[in-house]
């Protein structure tokens, strides 16, 4: 085993306050807040529960890990206000030129869909 993971494991907190495990060593049950955001949970107003230490750029890296079983779901968005971000996401990928419903969003440095802006002039 490197020396660096042992260095950063400490699952009691006895060297470093809180539970600290070295990257990928943390056990189930924890998860980051993006971890969280990504399956739809929140942390809840719960307390910072444990962290990862990796040496990364810059020193000594840290990424904070909740307690899975703490977390709270999101909170859901109204009907209405589901209706009015379904809205704006289709606006983002309408074009205003030709008027279609792209796959993609409408780059915002072109302000049309790339067929427009790059019309295929040799297009069989
Ligand atoms: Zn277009």
Redesign the pocket.
């Given at each position: 085993m490197p020396r660096i993971r042992a260095a950063y494991h400490d699952p009691d907190g006895t060297r470093y306050g809180i539970p600290t495990y070295w990257w990928r060593g943390a056990p189930h049950g924890y998860a980051t807040r993006r971890q969280l955001t990504a399956a739809g949970l929140r942390p809840g107003g719960q307390p910072v529960a444990a962290q990862v230490l990796w040496r990364g750029v810059g020193g000594t890296r840290a990424a904070y890990l909740y307690r899975v079983d703490l977390a709270r779901p999101k909170r859901t968005a109204t009907p209405a206000q589901r209706a009015a971000i379904g809205k704006a996401l289709t606006a983002r990928r309408t074009?205003r030129?030709?008027r279609?419903v792209r796959p993609y969003y409408i780059p915002r440095s072109l302000g049309?869909?790339l067929?427009?802006a790059f019309p295929q002039e040799d297009a069989a």
């Open positions: 074009c030129i030709c279609q049309e869909c067929a427009c």
